[in-house]
């Protein structure tokens, strides 16, 4: 069993990074170096594997003129010796940002990576602007082109050029300097292409009206379209505010989540501490065809750091409970996406099979609720009447009287006939024929739900009728549906929403959507315990079959499923990551209880996945074998666990 205290993070990808956005002595680098080291200790007391700082830090981007001055020249170089040997004890890397004048007589806007006592290298800005408030082309020059050779007496050997990669234990990371990032031909791009896993950018950026906003989505999305973690470091508000005003910004994105950001206008300064995941990082490179089949770019230089991820006994960052149901106001705009989109996917079928009828099994459980809905927003895309939906329940010898009634209710709520069917004598029939002399066994289960697929698909023939399938992707991850039987549909709208979002669409469409009538009915359903109904029920005629009580909680299997598809988790990370985000709610030995059935239901029931009916997908995670997830019927969990 695992705890926090017994975990090193790092040993699971984490790598932990630091920005800074100091108090400023503007114009001396020496006081510079000395605040840098400063923080750059507590920072690495901390855990931080590499502390950036913002452009120009070590003298102020603001000082103009006085950066062709040969004594702040001087100064500079003094300061980075310095810096370099006040923290040589430091298991982590800085990176400051300062002017460097080339042996051509070139003066470029640089960043230093500085670890164990040495210069590890410079990278020059590219992107020079002198536009509006910014004239840098004054005194720099470009470093595009810039590939320099440094002896330097104190500092040693290293280049400053602009394609450099340089180590950070098993990750590793390039820089960008402020304006990079944001011109169409952006540098970070070709980092990210010839492997660095965490790009850096040193700024200094002005606070004006909304630019704040501009500059995170920015971040955000650079992270994302470059399948990396950005690190950014804007200058703050102890800058010259002669005509400009800096605030100080720090922002961390990791493939196009945003992992945190500062407070601005702190006069003291201010840091951001986050933990970036590389191995998450790697994984969705690799799964992405497009950033795998991009051309790579040539002529880069690796840099040894010598710095390796320190250990990390708990992170900064943390995973929701259902990462599937998005938090506060973005769940009714993405409810309404959802519900769009599994609705055009069935009213397209409808014209496709030119069906004049849907067909429904309604049980009065979630995902027959939730197919509903869906059905009468296709309908009404198409023109068509809701009476073109056919509802048939299906009570049988697991059928409660609170779901049987809920069918009716729903019924009624939509003004729409209800068709029932009993099953008890075709199943009794059935198996009698079978000369099936046990019980209530899998047998028994296995003949409803085929009993009730088989009536579905005979009736929507006598109408012409599509039948719409139920089934969710909780329940396809772990195969929990009978092959053959609710396992089949002539269009599955639920085949890529989890449980735990089926109740949250639900409770949606009754907040928004429904009348008094209907909205009661649908809390009625929200609030029926999860079953298939296939046993008898108690003899007080409560549901007998409860499937969180024999499968596990549907909000841990949700968990894992994400993690596992888009994140390719191993499954002690999944373990302990549920521990962190569960703690509380359940113990570490019913986590580990309920991962091992997931994995071992998961995988071998993929051959019900393989032969899965179309359906729409809805998010990042599908099961379709036509899309998302194909692997062989034949695997099983310990052939696929990875070590740490």
Same mark, same amino acid.
């Given at each position: 069993?695992?705890?926090?205290?017994?975990?090193?993070?790092?040993?699971?990808?984490?790598?932990?990074?630091?920005?800074?956005?100091?108090?400023?002595?503007? *114009?001396?680098?020496?006081?510079?170096?000395?605040?840098?080291?400063?923080?750059?200790?507590?920072?690495?007391?901390? *855990?931080?594997?590499?502390?950036?700082?913002? #452009?120009?830090?070590?003298?102020?981007?603001?000082?103009?003129?006085?950066?062709?001055?040969?004594?702040?020249?001087?100064?500079?170089?003094?300061?980075?010796?310095?810096? %370099?040997?006040?923290?040589?004890?430091?298991?982590?890397?800085?990176?400051?940002?300062?002017?460097?004048?080339?042996?051509?007589?070139?003066?470029?806007?640089?960043?230093?990576?500085?670890?164990?006592?040495?210069?590890?290298?410079?990278?020059?800005?590219?992107?020079?602007?002198?536009?509006?408030?910014?004239?840098?082309?004054?005194?720099?020059?470009?470093? @595009?082109?810039?590939?320099?050779?440094?002896?330097?007496?104190?500092?040693? $050997?290293?280049?400053?050029?602009?394609?450099?990669?340089?180590?950070?234990?098993?990750?590793?990371?390039? =820089?960008?300097?402020?304006?990079?990032?944001? =011109?169409?031909?952006?540098?970070?791009?070709?980092?990210?292409?010839?492997?660095? #896993?965490?790009?850096?950018?040193?700024?200094?950026?002005?606070?004006?009206? %909304?630019?704040?906003?501009?500059? $995170?989505?920015?971040?955000? /999305?650079?992270?994302?379209?470059?399948?990396?973690?950005?690190?950014?470091?804007?200058?703050?508000?102890?800058?010259?505010?002669?005509?400009?005003?800096?605030?100080?910004?720090?922002?961390?994105?990791?493939?196009?989540?945003?992992?945190?950001?500062?407070?601005?206008?702190?006069?003291?300064?201010?840091?951001? /501490?986050?933990?970036?995941? +590389?191995?998450?990082?790697?994984?969705?490179?690799?799964?992405?065809?497009?950033?795998?089949?991009?051309?790579?770019?040539?002529?880069?230089?690796?840099?040894?750091?010598?710095?390796?991820?320190?250990?990390?006994?708990?992170?900064?960052?943390?995973?929701?409970?259902?990462?599937?149901?998005?938090?506060?106001?973005?769940?009714?705009?993405?409810?309404? #996406?959802?519900?769009? =989109?599994? %609705?055009?996917?069935?009213?397209?079928?409808?014209?496709?099979?030119?069906?004049?009828?849907?067909?429904?099994?309604?049980?009065?459980?979630?995902?027959?609720?939730?197919?509903?809905?869906?059905?009468?927003?296709?309908?009404?895309?198409?023109?068509?009447?809701?009476?073109?939906?056919?509802?048939?329940?299906?009570?049988?010898?697991?059928?409660? &009287?609170?779901?049987?009634?809920?069918?009716?209710?729903?019924?009624?709520?939509? %003004?729409?006939?209800?068709i029932e069917i009993p099953i008890h004598a075709a199943v009794?029939?059935?198996?009698?024929?079978?000369?099936?002399?046990?019980?209530?066994?899998?047998?028994?289960?296995?003949?409803? &739900?085929?009993?009730?697929?088989?009536?579905?698909?005979?009736?929507? *023939?006598?109408?012409?009728?599509?039948?719409?399938?139920?089934?969710?992707?909780? @329940?396809?991850?772990?195969? +929990?549906?009978?092959?053959?039987?609710?396992?089949?549909?002539?269009?599955?709208?639920?085949?890529?929403?989890?449980?735990?979002?089926?109740?949250?669409?639900?409770?949606?469409?009754?907040?928004?959507?429904?009348?008094?009538?209907?909205?009661?009915?649908?809390?009625?359903?929200?609030?029926?315990?999860?079953?298939?109904?296939?046993?008898?029920?108690?003899?007080?005629?409560?549901?007998?079959?409860?499937?969180?009580? =024999?499968?596990?909680?549907? @909000?841990?299997?949700?968990?894992?499923?994400?993690?596992?598809?888009?994140?390719?988790?191993?499954?002690?990370?999944?373990?302990?990551?549920?521990?962190?985000?569960? &703690?509380?709610?359940?113990?570490?030995? !019913?986590?580990?209880?309920?991962? &091992?059935?997931?994995?071992?239901?998961?995988?071998?029931?993929?051959?019900?996945?393989?032969?899965?009916?179309?359906?729409?997908k809805v998010g990042s995670v599908s099961l379709s074998p036509?899309?998302?997830?194909?692997?062989?019927? !034949?695997?099983?969990?310990?052939?696929?666990?990875?070590?740490?």
């Amino acid at each position: 069993m695992s705890t926090d205290e017994e975990t090193d993070f790092s040993d699971f990808g984490y790598v932990r990074l630091a920005a800074v956005s100091p108090r400023l002595a503007l *114009g001396d680098a020496h006081a510079n170096a000395r605040i840098h080291a400063r923080l750059a200790r507590t920072l690495a007391d901390a *855990g931080a594997s590499l502390v950036l700082f913002p #452009e120009l830090s070590l003298t102020g981007y603001s000082c103009e003129d006085l950066f062709m001055q040969r004594e702040l020249q001087e100064s500079v170089e003094a300061a980075i010796a310095r810096l %370099a040997s006040d923290t040589a004890e430091l298991s982590c890397a800085l990176v400051a940002g300062a002017p460097w004048l080339l042996a051509d007589g070139r003066l470029v806007n640089c960043a230093f990576v500085i670890a164990r006592g040495e210069v590890r290298g410079g990278v020059p800005k590219q992107a020079i602007p002198s536009s509006a408030e910014f004239y840098e082309q004054r005194w720099f020059a470009s470093g @595009e082109d810039v590939d320099a050779r440094i002896t330097h007496p104190v500092l040693g $050997r290293f280049s400053i050029a602009p394609r450099q990669i340089f180590s950070l234990g098993p990750t590793a990371f390039a =820089i960008e300097v402020c304006e990079d990032l944001w =011109i169409a031909d952006a540098p970070g791009n070709r980092h990210a292409l010839a492997g660095a #896993e965490i790009i850096l950018n040193l700024s200094a950026s002005p606070e004006l009206v %909304a630019k704040c906003s501009y500059r $995170r989505d920015l971040v955000r /999305m650079a992270s994302a379209s470059r399948i990396c973690g950005l690190l950014y470091a804007s200058s703050g508000p102890t800058e010259s505010s002669k005509d400009l005003v800096f605030g100080g910004h720090l922002i961390a994105a990791e493939n196009g989540l945003m992992l945190g950001e500062s407070e601005r206008f702190m006069l003291e300064g201010t840091h951001l /501490m986050v933990d970036f995941d +590389w191995q998450a990082l790697r994984h969705d490179r690799a799964r992405n065809a497009t950033f795998a089949g991009a051309r790579r770019p040539h002529g880069y230089a690796h840099i040894d750091t010598d710095i390796h991820a320190q250990p990390l006994a708990d992170i900064h960052r943390s995973y929701a409970r259902t990462p599937f149901v998005p938090d506060g106001d973005d769940l009714g705009e993405r409810a309404e #996406e959802i519900l769009s =989109i599994q %609705a055009t996917g069935l009213a397209r079928r409808i014209m496709a099979a030119n069906s004049k009828r849907l067909v429904l099994g309604v049980s009065g459980g979630l995902d027959s609720t939730l197919a509903l809905l869906v059905c009468l927003r296709a309908l009404d895309m198409n023109e068509r009447p809701h009476t073109d939906l056919v509802l048939i329940s299906m009570p049988g010898p697991g059928t409660s &009287a609170r779901t049987q009634d809920s069918v009716a209710l729903i019924a009624g709520a939509l %003004a729409l006939d209800l068709i029932e069917i009993p099953i008890h004598a075709a199943v009794s029939a059935h198996l009698e024929n079978l000369g099936h002399e046990q019980d209530e066994d899998l047998v028994f289960e296995n003949a409803q &739900a085929r009993e009730r697929t088989q009536i579905l698909f005979d009736y929507a *023939g006598k109408v012409d009728g599509l039948v719409v399938g139920t089934g969710d992707l909780s @329940e396809l991850a772990l195969g +929990w549906c009978t092959f053959n039987a609710d396992h089949m549909a002539s269009y599955a709208v639920n085949a890529s929403v989890p449980k735990t979002l089926v109740k949250h669409l639900i409770q949606y469409y009754a907040e928004r959507h429904a009348d008094a009538a209907l909205k009661d009915v649908l809390q009625r359903v929200i609030s029926t315990p999860i079953s298939p109904e296939l046993t008898s029920p108690k003899e007080d005629g409560s549901v007998g079959q409860l499937t969180e009580e =024999i499968i596990g909680p549907y @909000e841990l299997h949700d968990f894992f499923l994400f993690h596992l598809m888009r994140s390719g988790f191993s499954e002690q990370k999944t373990r302990i990551l549920a521990e962190r985000s569960f &703690a509380g709610a359940y113990a570490p030995e !019913e986590i580990a209880r309920w991962l &091992a059935l997931f994995r071992q239901r998961f995988f071998s029931q993929q051959y019900k996945r393989t032969t899965l009916p179309p359906g729409p997908k809805v998010g990042s995670v599908s099961l379709s074998p036509r899309g998302d997830w194909r692997m062989p019927d !034949e695997v099983r969990p310990r052939a696929t666990e990875t070590s740490t």
